[in-house]
C-alpha cells in the first residue's frame, strides 16, 4: 500500500458509538482483568472510596463500544464501513498477520455505570515500517468519549492496529 493512500486515512472518521455504561458489565470486565476490588461491583463500596457511582476499571474504554451498544441509541447519521477495516482488508486480503499495538488513555473524569456517552474515532496516523524483511503497517486511532448530554469529554483512547505481511 503506497504512503500516499496510507496518509489520505488520516483524519478519517473510525466509528462512532453511544453506549450506556452498565454495572454488570463493570463487573465482569473487572473479573476479567482479574482485579477484585469491590468499587467495580457495590456502589456502597464505590461510596465509601469518595467516587460518585461504581466505575470503570481503567482499560475498560477499550471494551466500551462493544458493551453498551443498542441500535436504538446510535446516531442516524452514522458513516458506515470503518477506515481502518478498509484500509487494512487489501492486506489482510494477501495474508500476515493483525496485531493490536499499544494502547493509552487519558481521563478528564472516572467512567460510572450509568454514563451515556459518545464515542467518536478517528485515524490520527497511518505508515508503514520494515521489519525483518516483512512490511509493518500502522494504524493509529484515537476515540474520544462525551457524556451524550453535556458534550463534556471523559476519556479517550489511543491504539495502534498493526498489519505485519
Given at each position: 500500500m503506497a504512503d500516499d493512500t496510507l496518509h489520505?486515512?488520516?483524519?478519517?472518521?473510525?466509528?462512532?458509538?453511544?453506549?450506556?455504561?452498565?454495572?454488570?458489565?463493570?463487573a465482569r470486565f473487572?473479573?476479567?482483568?482479574?482485579?477484585?476490588?469491590?468499587?467495580?461491583?457495590?456502589?456502597r463500596a464505590a461510596a465509601a472510596a469518595g467516587l460518585a457511582g461504581v466505575p470503570a476499571p481503567p482499560t475498560y474504554p477499550f471494551v466500551m463500544s462493544?458493551?453498551?451498544?443498542?441500535?436504538?441509541?446510535?446516531?442516524?447519521?452514522?458513516?458506515p464501513g470503518s477506515p481502518v477495516a478498509k484500509a487494512l482488508g487489501p492486506l489482510i486480503a494477501k495474508g500476515g498477520l493483525?496485531?493490536?499495538?499499544e494502547q493509552e488513555f487519558t481521563y478528564h473524569r472516572p467512567v460510572f455505570a450509568g454514563d451515556v456517552?459518545?464515542?467518536e474515532g478517528t485515524v490520527v496516523d497511518a505508515y508503514q515500517k520494515e521489519s525483518k524483511g516483512h512490511t509493518m503497517t500502522f494504524v493509529v486511532v484515537e476515540t474520544v468519549?462525551?457524556?451524550?448530554?453535556?458534550?463534556?469529554?471523559?476519556?479517550?483512547?489511543?491504539?495502534?492496529?498493526?498489519?505485519?505481511?
Open positions: 489520505e486515512l488520516i483524519g478519517t472518521p473510525a466509528g462512532r458509538s453511544v453506549i450506556t455504561v452498565e454495572r454488570g458489565q463493570l473487572a473479573d476479567a482483568v482479574k482485579d477484585s476490588s469491590p468499587v467495580y461491583r457495590d456502589p462493544n458493551f453498551g451498544r443498542y441500535p436504538e441509541l446510535q446516531l442516524d447519521d452514522e458513516a493483525i496485531l493490536h499495538g456517552l459518545v464515542g468519549w462525551r457524556e451524550r448530554d453535556s458534550g463534556e469529554e471523559v476519556c479517550s483512547s489511543r491504539m495502534n492496529v498493526i498489519h505485519r505481511s
